[in-house]
């Protein structure tokens, strides 16, 4: 399996992220996680990564039911952000709503889905879709 360099979580529970970096370091997805407790941090932080020539994410899981900035809200907001390639973005919630995963398909950046918990299966997806 290719391994990418870095990746993002945003989720406000701080349990389900700290689940998340085990399964991502178990399944040797990423060398490197940054994580967030707040979509608005993740923005600003992709704004200084931008600003000072930083390494990007290659992928960015994010929760749509956040407290402040939602997850759509984030979308709305890296969608301004002037990147030079596009980083793939991954809905990883727990709604179960149908109407959350249908306005994912209005995203052109949202590349999939995700149902929490992460699992290996579920890595090896998103590892299918961005490489």
Known sequence: ???????????????????TEHIIKKANFSER?????????AI???????IND?????VILFDINMPGMDGWEFVDEYLKLPLKKEIPL????SSIRPEDHQ???????IKGFIQKPLTK?????????IT
């Open 1 to 19: 399996m290719q391994k990418i360099d870095l990746a993002y979580i945003i989720d406000d529970d701080d349990i389900i992220i700290h689940l």
């Open 33 to 41: 996680t940054e994580t967030f407790t707040d979509c608005a941090q």
């Open 44 to 50: 600003k932080r992709l704004k200084r990564a931008i």
């Open 54 to 58: 930083e390494k990007l994410p290659e």
């Open 90 to 93: 991954f809905v990883f919630t």
């Open 103 to 109: 306005k994912s398909y209005a995203f052109r950046a």
């Open 121 to 129: 299966t579920k890595i090896l997806k998103i590892l299918r879709t």
